[in-house]
């Protein structure tokens, strides 16, 4: 099993940065593809970025440019940096993980049905 936690959510002004965190504990070894989610009040869940294994990361278009998902193996912590926030960014930020090579090598990234562990979710919300 796989354990997720996040934390770092919390309102923000628009123009600011936030630096999410997933701490990821439990049978960490065979981790292939990590993930961020979010999903606003009323609206599906939706793919934000992956990374897998070897550091190789992927992102949604919509966010490309804002968003850095990076990954510290040493502290088993995955990082979701948003920098010049806006209020369409607020969200309940969920981070996933699959043990499945596939997921982020075989272009299914962005499928959350494609992860079995998930954390909680971490709320941010961005004022004008």
């Known amino acids: 099993q796989v354990q997720l936690v996040e934390s770092g959510g919390g309102s923000v002004q628009a123009g600011g940065s936030v630096r999410l965190s997933c701490t990821i504990s439990g049978y960490t070894y065979s981790i292939y593809c990590m993930a961020w989610f979010r999903q606003a009040p009323g609206k599906e869940r939706e793919w934000v970025a992956a990374?897998?294994?070897?550091?190789?990361?992927q992102y949604a278009d919509s966010v490309k440019g804002r968003f850095n998902i990076s990954v510290d193996n040493a502290k088993n912590t995955l990082y979701l940096q948003i920098d010049s926030l806006k209020p369409e960014d607020t969200a309940m930020y969920y981070c996933?993980?699959?043990?499945?090579?596939?997921?982020?090598?075989?272009?299914?990234?962005?499928?959350?049905?494609?992860?079995?562990?998930w954390g909680q979710g971490t709320q941010v919300t961005v004022s004008s």
């Open positions: 996933a993980v699959t043990l499945s090579l596939r997921v982020c090598a075989g272009g299914r990234a962005g499928d959350p049905f494609e992860y079995r562990f």
């Open positions: 990374v897998d294994s070897h550091g190789d990361t």
